[in-house]
């Protein structure tokens, strides 16, 4: 930790929120406070309301939507509703789950020129304020890039800037790292840790990857299921003491504590004390190399047979703007296989994923089971391929849930069509959204909901462009088992992710991306060991094999 918390100079009493009288609220009276110079974290399951609070409390909800909210909220002593629309704004910066809703300009200059304008920045020293929070953020030499051609990770770079530019006196941060390659999220976090030093504000994150926040967080707020306030305290009582109870309600632990409750459940531990570090797991485990193979048990077993390939590719590229962006890749994905693309932001993921599923033009030849894509017809095509995108409201086409996983399946199976769809929303724990409209989701059930109308048809080939993005951790898991179920033993799976525990337990290979180069395409194992090309694309070693380095007396990537 590296604040110093005061006084409370906001505060929240019995907030209550609902988007309509006739739905269930999303919040139930939630109370806290928070401190100036304090660094909160904000924890709960996909669908608990902490993007709501969030929004809340920048005073977006309720004037934005049509929403009902009780309770009181105040900043400086002055309830948040008595403030002018865009006045608060000033002090209290949102950087929002998807950037991409934030955004109003044309370029990464611009979008910062114009936040600078609204709170009547002086133009003389705007050009260096524009520069100074750009690169805080490793974006200065994009600043004149349009923010459309900027990948998802690169944008929430961008928004975070425009926050910064404004020097909150509170920074609200929804999922700030989930675009982030996983280099990326560390230094976000580091930065933010310096820029304290020397700035006096308040921090509320709304995150996942908690391992990088640990020593700069505070307090912890956990929302459950219901969105009710679970826990409001240190994070040390937290995960020592509710690690168990935060598990069971799908909320993400650090990767530490995570591995200590499996090691003390099965008996590995010399005491029962949860260790908060990798030192500390080695020091507590009766014997290191049982614990690691006990740790390495849920690692999926990588294909040894050869399968028969059903997709080539050959020397794909792809231009833009006389820009070349995927230069010359080519691949063999043989049945059964489960391929990860990883890689730095913007070094070409998500645009080499569009190439494979025929979504934009390329040169080169793409071949799904021996014939060309361009030969397919369209609905032929579809059946057997399947694509998720990375902005889940670009798959939407209905006015509400079941009517999405009903036109899926409409193609294939009319008689069983209700009961099916109902089964698939179940498995996602969605039952209770069924007649919502796609667009009211949070980002983490529109996630799921996205993924789920790809996954029902059992296409061959799955393509998926982070598919665990913004859940919480049952749901992670429950979608890429549910994806792997789905897809037929003769077929293979594509995704993309900054996840390297992920890939480490799921993949049987990596394709490792830079600025549109295929550097690396080898099984997970031999990618660990490969020092200068993890560090090429911002890659971080997972937890195992960080942990088996350090019994090796050897240190993590940094």
């Given at each position: 930790m ?12 019995n ?16 109370t806290?406070?928070i401190?100036?110079n ?8 996909s669908?608990s309301g ?17 929403g ?7 900043y400086r002593?002055?309830a ?9 704004n000033?002090?209290?910066g949102?950087v ?7 955004f109003?300009?044309l370029?990464?200059e ?7 304008e609204?709170i009547?920045f002086?133009?003389l ?12 953020v490793?974006?200065?030499?994009l600043k ?5 051609t900027l990948?998802g990770g690169q ?7 425009c926050?910064l530019?404004?020097e ?13 390659d996983?280099?990326?999220g ?10 304290k030093?020397?700035?006096s504000?308040?921090v509320l994150?709304?995150e996942?990857?908690l ?9 912890c707020i956990?929302?459950?299921?219901e969105?009710?306030l ?5 994070p040390?009582?937290c995960f020592a003491?509710?690690a ?13 504590i995570?591995a200590?409750?499996k ?7 010399k ?7 990798i ?6 485990s009766?014997?290191?190399r049982?614990t690691?193979?006990f740790?390495?048990?849920n690692?999926?077993?990588q294909m040894v047979n ?6 080539e ?7 833009k703007?006389n820009q070349?962006?995927i ?6 994905l ?5 391929i990860a693309?990883a890689?730095a ?9 569009k190439c ?9 030849e ?8 361009e030969d ?15 902005n889940?409201e670009?798959?939407f086409i209905t ?8 036109y899926s399946?409409?193609?294939k199976?009319?008689g069983?069509?209700v009961?099916k769809s ?5 498995t996602?724990r ?5 007649f919502s409209h796609?667009?009211?989701l949070?980002?983490?059930?529109k996630r ?7 996954l029902v048809?059992?296409?061959e080939?799955?393509i998926?462009?982070?598919p ?6 049952i749901?992670?898991?429950e ?21 390297m525990?992920?890939?480490d337990?799921y993949?049987?290979?990596?394709l490792v991306?830079e600025?549109?180069?295929m550097?690396?395409y ?5 990618l660990?060991n ?6 090429r694309a911002?890659?971080r070693l ?5 942990l088996?380095?350090h ?8």
């Amino acid at each position: 930790m590296i604040s110093q918390p005061s006084h409370p100079f906001f505060q929240v009493s019995n907030l209550t929120f609902r988007f309509d009288c006739d739905q269930d609220p999303v919040l139930k009276n939630i109370t806290f406070e928070i401190n100036e110079n304090e660094n909160l974290l904000v924890l709960g399951p996909s669908g608990s309301g902490k993007s709501t609070l969030a929004y809340c409390l920048n005073n977006l909800y309720p004037s934005s939507v049509d929403g009902i909210m009780k309770g009181y909220i105040s900043y400086r002593g002055r309830a948040l509703s008595s403030f002018e629309p865009g006045e608060v704004n000033r002090k209290i910066g949102l950087v929002m789950q998807d950037p991409d809703s934030q955004f109003c300009m044309l370029t990464a200059e611009e979008e910062v020129a114009f936040v600078l304008e609204n709170i009547q920045f002086p133009r003389l020293k705007m050009v260096e304020r524009i520069d100074y929070v750009l690169d805080l953020v490793d974006m200065l030499p994009l600043k004149h890039r349009l923010i459309h051609t900027l990948s998802g990770g690169q944008k929430q770079k961008l928004a975070i800037a425009c926050a910064l530019a404004m020097e909150p006196e509170l920074l609200i941060l929804d999922e700030p790292t989930a675009n982030l390659d996983p280099a990326s999220g560390f230094e976000l976090v580091q930065t933010l840790k310096k820029l304290k030093n020397t700035h006096s504000f308040s921090v509320l994150v709304i995150e996942h990857n908690l391992d990088n926040w640990l020593d700069i967080v505070d307090r912890c707020i956990i929302l459950n299921s219901e969105g009710e306030l679970f826990f409001n305290g240190p994070p040390n009582i937290c995960f020592a003491d509710f690690a168990k109870e935060l598990a069971s309600e799908g909320i993400w632990l650090p990767r530490t504590i995570d591995a200590g409750i499996k090691l003390r459940e099965a008996g590995l531990l010399k005491n029962s004390s949860l260790p908060m570090t990798i030192n500390e797991i080695i020091e507590n485990s009766k014997d290191i190399r049982r614990t690691i193979e006990f740790l390495s048990t849920n690692v999926r077993k990588q294909m040894v047979n050869p399968s028969p390939s059903i997709f080539e590719v050959e020397d794909i590229s792809y231009s833009k703007d006389n820009q070349l962006i995927i230069q010359d890749i080519s691949l063999s994905l043989n049945a059964g296989e489960f391929i990860a693309i990883a890689g730095a932001n913007g070094s070409g993921k998500t645009t080499f994923s569009k190439c494979l599923a025929g979504l934009i033009p390329s040169r080169g030849e793409i071949k799904l089971y021996g014939h060309s894509l361009e030969d397919w017809h369209e609905e032929q095509k579809w059946r057997r391929l399947g694509y998720v995108f990375q902005n889940p409201e670009h798959q939407f086409i209905t006015d509400s849930v079941i009517e999405e996983i009903n036109y899926s399946l409409q193609a294939k199976e009319k008689g069983s069509q209700v009961y099916k769809s109902k089964e698939i929303l179940k498995t996602l724990r969605m039952a209770k959204q069924v007649f919502s409209h796609p667009f009211s989701l949070s980002q983490g059930q529109k996630r799921r909901l996205s993924v789920a109308v790809m996954l029902v048809n059992g296409q061959e080939v799955l393509i998926m462009d982070e598919p665990t993005f913004g859940q919480d951790a049952i749901t992670s898991r429950e979608i890429i088992d549910f994806a792997v179920k789905a897809v037929p033993e003769t077929g293979s799976i594509i995704m993309i992710t900054h996840d390297m525990d992920l890939i480490d337990r799921y993949a049987d290979k990596v394709l490792v991306l830079e600025k549109g180069k295929m550097i690396f395409y080898e099984p997970p194992g031999k990618l660990w060991n490969q020092t200068e090309i993890l560090a090429r694309a911002n890659l971080r070693l997972p937890f195992l094999r960080e942990l088996e380095m350090h019994v090796e007396g050897r240190y993590a990537v940094k």
